[in-house]
T-cell receptor, first 111, second 117 residues
Framework: AQSVTQLGSHVSVSEGALVLLRCNYSSSVPPYLFWYVQYPNQGLQLLLKYTSAATLVKGINGFEAEFKKSETSFHLTKPSAHMSDAAEYFCAVSEGFKTIFGAGTRLFVKA | SQTIHQWPATLVQPVGSPLSLECTVEGTSNPNLYWYRQAAGRGLQLLFYSVGIGQISSEVPQNLSASRPQDRQFILSSKKLLLSDSGFYLC????????????????FGPGTRLTVT
């Protein structure tokens, strides 16, 4: 069965600093991988997805993620954090009709 | 464009009372529909999914049930709520599995905050 592990339930960065949110997955077949963002009391919004095309995937709001098969990783990055990036981020892997979500990483951005 | 609605937005119910949460999707046909629960500080737990009218798959044994009476309507129900049913309930849709290009990403509704007292 596929699974997703997000390293770090909380990450804190200063405004303007690099954002790095870590995600590792396990899958027996080439995966479809996603990052979603959730703002307080809202549903999830897709940031970006990997579907076996380019390994470096660019998403909305300046985020990008790199698929590394050898490391089974799909880490999310943003060069410069903004206060509006404060939210919870979920990594997910698709398996048939199911999407398996990680436990989430809450990003705090300090002024 | 497609939109997904959930209601109510918030709900406070006593233990033992019934529950009915509704989700509707507009702007698409034959979507796959999903109910998730998100407990405080935790990830998303898939409760049910449906690939068509009347077709419901349950992922977690519990006192909740789901129904899909129409193509774009998905209902989550309970006959008697438990304290442990409190949480943030999210409905989502996607169109994977259809002929042609499948978009594997899911689109989420705004959620219902349920507090069982």
């Amino acid at each position: 069965a596929q699974s997703v592990t997000q390293l770090g339930s909380h990450v804190s960065v200063s405004e303007g600093a690099l954002v790095l949110l870590r995600c590792n997955y396990s899958s027996s077949v080439p995966p479809y991988l996603f990052w979603y963002v959730q703002y307080p009391n809202q549903g999830l919004q897709l940031l970006l997805k990997y579907t076996s095309a380019a390994t470096l995937v660019k998403g909305i709001n300046g985020f990008e993620a790199e698929f590394k098969k050898s490391e089974t990783s799909f880490h999310l990055t943003k060069p410069s954090a903004h206060m509006s990036d404060a939210a919870e981020y979920f990594c997910a892997v698709s398996e048939g009709f199911k999407t398996i979500f990680g436990a989430g990483t809450r990003l705090f951005v300090k002024a | 464009s497609q939109t997904i609605h959930q209601w109510p937005a918030t709900l406070v119910q006593p233990v033992g009372s019934p529950l009915s949460l509704e989700c509707t999707v507009e702007g698409t046909s034959n979507p796959n529909l999903y109910w998730y629960r998100q407990a405080a500080g935790r990830g998303l737990q898939l409760l049910f999914y449906s690939v068509g009218i009347g077709q419901i798959s349950s992922e977690v044994p519990q006192n909740l049930s789901a129904s899909r009476p129409q193509d774009r309507q998905f209902i989550l129900s309970s006959k008697k709520l438990l304290l442990s049913d409190s949480g943030f309930y999210l409905c989502a849709w996607d169109d994977r599995g259809l002929a042609g290009e499948s978009k594997f990403e899911q689109y989420f509704g705004p959620g219902t905050r349920l507090t069982v007292t």
